[in-house]
């Protein structure tokens, strides 16, 4: 995998940090959205937008607000929202796979605009909420007005057409769809996924000429990619059936926590709209309890993915077991197990953080410290779970947490991800979602 990079160095101050991340959200702007990345992302991707929303509402609330609807703008008629929506003015070739593959535009029912047919982790809800309580005046809660009718549809789609098993959670079709894209969660599942690396010859993987391929997902995993979506698009996109031969059918514990957060969410900014809140909670309770029945597993003490091609949990221990921390109503002898496990060596939440939150088990074979979602650290995830140990009263590991971030952005700046043990900063070294997020962290 090469020399272990180290530290390069960002502003150590707090002003100095705050302009940096407030420069990065500026560079990445675009018309009515922010990319990810220019190099490696440069399109729009769905819950990314969520996250930088939630950054500009510190700095410029007016772009939260395009931020979100610019995305909804691309929400197809069933209710999904693409986690990618292609920028026209863009080269072909810009970003693999683009257009030409997902042909969303053969679909009914689709934007005009060009999309992936995928969905990504629903963090809008509770985005659209907290740029809300950053920025409460009349322009902020007339966009949460036009807003809430799509995130009501958001999640009807993902209760409707995505609970393949019937037990009251969402499905993810697509590594892609869980925002984790070559977790260790996935290798099982994966492994029953028929493609051959070749496969990658015919095509030109835009990722690697921009960041260390050592750092990213590999030609295997990437033929996998293509042959789940080609399985998916050829289906029209349709969720109907997927049970009968869909190669990728995963219950994800972080996805499902966002998809209770979003009910949760929805209740408070329906009670802001004199909307009835109630139907949210009783739904928001349901994915909670459906969690606990489907996704815990009392041996280990962890939330796990469950694969529906067997119908069991999967083993690895990665983050996306800490996620459900998020959810307000988890019971307490449930939080309590998340909580040792996030202060266990496996990820190492110690009440004064010496180390970053690992995006898997520091103790796994498996675990590997400079690729992509598979060890590094990324400020989305240990924003959320920060959220859920403050929600759980766990301020002094929530504080811990926090400067752990902060570090991170001071030693190497806005990068997408970060060695979870020197701190330097790999992938793309302009990372919208990282800045906005600081921004957040530094309020
Ligand atoms: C595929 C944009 C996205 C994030 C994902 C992250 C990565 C894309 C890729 O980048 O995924 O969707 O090309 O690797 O895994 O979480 O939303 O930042």
Known sequence: AGAVPTRTGGPTDLAGLRRLAVATLDANWEHDHTVPSRTLYPHQWSWDSAFIAVGWAHVRPERA???LTSLFRAQWADGRVPHIVFNPALRVGAYFPGPELWR???????????????????????AAL???????????????????????????????????????LVCVVHPWESGLDNSPAWDEPMAAVDADAAVMRAYRRHDTAHADAAHRPTDLDYARYLAIVAAYRDHGYADRDLADGHPFLVECPLFNAAFGAAEHALAEIAALLGVDPAAHRVRADRVTEALVRRLYDPGTGTFQPRDLRTDRLVGARTVLGLAPLILPDLPARHVDALVAEARSPRFGVARWMDRPLPTHDRTAPDFEALRYWRGPSWLNIGWLVRRGLLTHGRPELAAGLRRSMIDL??????????????????????FGWTAALLLDLLA
């Open 104 to 126: 969303s535009a053969d679909v009914e029912g689709t934007p005009t605009m060009d999309t992936s047919g995928l969905v990504q982790p629903p963090v809008h809800a509770l």
């Open 409 to 430: 952005v001071a030693g190497a700046g806005c990068h997408e991800y970060f060695h979870p043990d020197t701190g330097a900063g790999l992938g793309s070294p302009a």
């Open 65 to 67: 607000w395009q931020e």
């Open 130 to 168: 907290l740029a809300y309580r950053r920025a409460p005046d009349p322009a902020g809660l007339a966009a949460l007005r036009r807003l809430y009718p799509a995130l009501v549809a958001q999640q009807r789609y993902l209760a409707e057409r995505r609970d393949v098993a019937g037990d009251g």
